[in-house]
Every structure is written in C-alpha cells, then in structure tokens.
C-alpha cells in the first residue's frame, strides 16, 4: 500500500514537471486586418475603446487631439505613462472614444486601455506593464449615499435643542 501511495507521488510530480513546462507559452500578438490592437480601459465610471497601431504619435480622443481633449498636463502626463515605461514613446497612434465619468476617470481609463492594447501588441510588454501595475483596473469609485446620512458616510448635523 504504502509503495502504491509513494508511486501516486511520482506520477503527480512528474504531471506537475509536464505542466509545468507547458505552461511557458508564448503568445502572439492581437492585430487586425489593418494592423490596429484594441483594448477597452475602466476607471471609475469611465469606460474608453482603445484601438492603437503603429504611427507617429498622434493621440486622438473623440475625434479631438490630446490638447483639445485633455487641457491639464497631468492628465496628458497620465495618458503617455504606459508609453513612457515601456520606451514606446512616439511610436503609435492611438484612437479612442471615452464615455462616462468625468476627465480624471477617463484619463485613467485611457491609460488602461492602452496599457492592454499595448499588451496585445506586444505581449513581450507585458513584464514592465504588468509591474508598473497599468494592467490592473482600479477597482476604487465613489461610495453609494446611504438614507439617513448627509452623503456616504456624513451624518446630519446634530442640533440640541
């Protein structure tokens, strides 16, 4: 019995061994038939449709450029982050349509749908996004009112008398 039980372990490991080695695929890219990856990003209710190919740089965002659209630099600065951290600066163009949220939410949501356009695209990428975190949805939006309070979590102010 106890010889059958340590031959079970065996066949387990050596499963394991072969999983293990089939495991390390690797994947293509995602283009299609004009070259373009598409991605969709989320953050808080901001929803965007990402489609980037390669190009010169130019952002477009509901038919209006990165200027038009994004007048604060912090929130350019957010949009070119996957970019910049994997040293792909000025070499796409990128198309998208953001709906939903307000522009903090749809820059964040830019970002992550580029991040997996991007991944799509080069799934070598995939190391350097993934740890700068781009890949991850940020989960976080704004706490439903509660009845009974101010807001979520703010009472009405108490009066004595």
Not at 8 to 33: N, Q, Y
Not at 59 to 73: C, G, L
Not at 88 to 100: L, P, Y
Request: charged share 35%; hydrophobic share 35%; with cysteine.
């Amino acid at each position: 019995m106890a010889e059958k039980i340590e031959s079970l372990k065996d066949i387990k490991k050596a499963a394991k061994a072969e999983t293990s080695t089939e495991e390390m695929v690797v994947r293509k890219a995602k283009k299609d038939k004009f070259g373009r990856s598409y991605a969709t990003g989320r953050r808080k209710d901001a929803v965007a449709r990402v489609w980037i190919k390669a190009g010169k740089g130019n952002i477009t965002i509901n038919d209006k450029t990165i200027d038009q659209y994004f007048a604060r630099p912090v929130l350019k600065m957010i949009i070119n982050q996957p970019f910049e951290v994997a040293n792909r600066t000025g070499e796409f163009d990128v198309v998208c349509t953001v709906k939903g949220g307000g522009l903090s939410g749809q820059a964040g949501a830019i970002k992550h749908g580029i991040s997996r356009a991007l991944n799509a695209y080069e799934p070598e990428l995939r190391e350097c996004l993934k740890k700068a975190g781009f890949l991850t949805r940020d989960d976080r939006a704004v706490e439903r009112k509660k009845y009974g309070r101010a807001k979520a979590r703010r009472s009405y102010q108490f009066s004595k008398r």
